[in-house]
């Protein structure tokens, strides 16, 4: 059920498509009539019935959270820096059209129960929800991690050890319906941004990746990416989650 969209290029998934195996996988996206809504979907469903397993664990994508993709994205910047406990940088990026918020969401709360200094940076009207909002603040206040919300992009860039960029839809509460393009482009991560972080700072992704809308070449290719660890680390994740399970069983 799985398949590459039209905004994968040829030159990511290559390094790591060798080394990721996993047994079984659906991804779906919700409408976006919500912010965070639908945990398990009908397609989720049907697919465990028919393959007649007794629990279902999602361990790509459903349409508000993702559960494998975040814990890599944390244990990529700890095999980076040594700790989770740094300034970290969650950046709306631009796109053809409005995606859900499940990598958003899912980033900033694990972010927050790690207890990094997250700093999200978006355009007007690209709030998350505030239920999302309430939940990272309250891991934030039992990890001593910190949260702040700007729509200054340069600002959350200065001296953050890790970067996160990724695409998502206007809040359902803001009358928006589609990124305008034309105005937002400049949110695109280029060296010139990555130059306002730290000097080890690091770029991740969670891929697939519109190159050149999204995130530059200059990002991807350069000294700061991470996004093939990143995406090996998913694997790992995974991996530890399913025989995890399957010892249980």
Not at 78 to 107: M, R, Y
Not at 131 to 145: I, K, L, M, N
Not at 186 to 191: E, F, L, S
Not at 213 to 242: C, K, M, Y
């Amino acid at each position: 059920m799985n398949r590459a969209g039209a905004g994968t290029s040829r030159r990511d998934p290559a390094p790591w498509r060798a080394v990721q195996r996993v047994l079984e996988k659906t991804r779906w996206f919700a409408a976006l009539a919500a912010d965070a809504a639908v945990v398990l979907s009908a397609v989720t469903m049907a697919w465990a019935v028919a393959k007649g397993g007794l629990f279902v664990v999602d361990l790509v994508q459903d349409g508000a959270w993702k559960d494998s993709q975040p814990i890599a994205d944390l244990l990529t910047i700890q095999e980076a820096h040594g700790s989770t406990k740094v300034p970290v940088t969650l950046t709306w990026a631009p796109h053809i059209k409005p995606l859900p918020k499940a990598v958003p969401n899912s980033f900033l709360l694990t972010a927050a129960a790690c207890g990094a200094d997250i700093r999200v940076a978006h355009p007007r009207g690209y709030e998350l929800s505030a239920e999302v909002r309430a939940e990272a603040e309250a891991y934030a206040a039992a990890t001593g991690g910190k949260i702040t919300y700007t729509h200054d992009q340069d600002a959350a860039l200065e001296g953050s050890a890790a970067v996160y960029a990724k695409a998502w839809g206007p809040s359902t509460q803001s009358g928006l319906t589609a990124a305008p393009m034309a105005d937002l482009g400049a949110w695109m991560p280029t060296a010139a941004h990555m130059q306002k972080a730290a000097k080890e700072a690091i770029f991740t992704h969670c891929l697939p990746v519109r190159r050149n809308l999204e995130v530059h070449d200059s990002v991807l290719d350069g000294p700061w990416s991470r996004v093939v660890d990143e995406a090996e680390n998913r694997f790992h994740v995974q991996r530890a989650t399913i025989h995890a399970l399957l010892a249980k069983r």
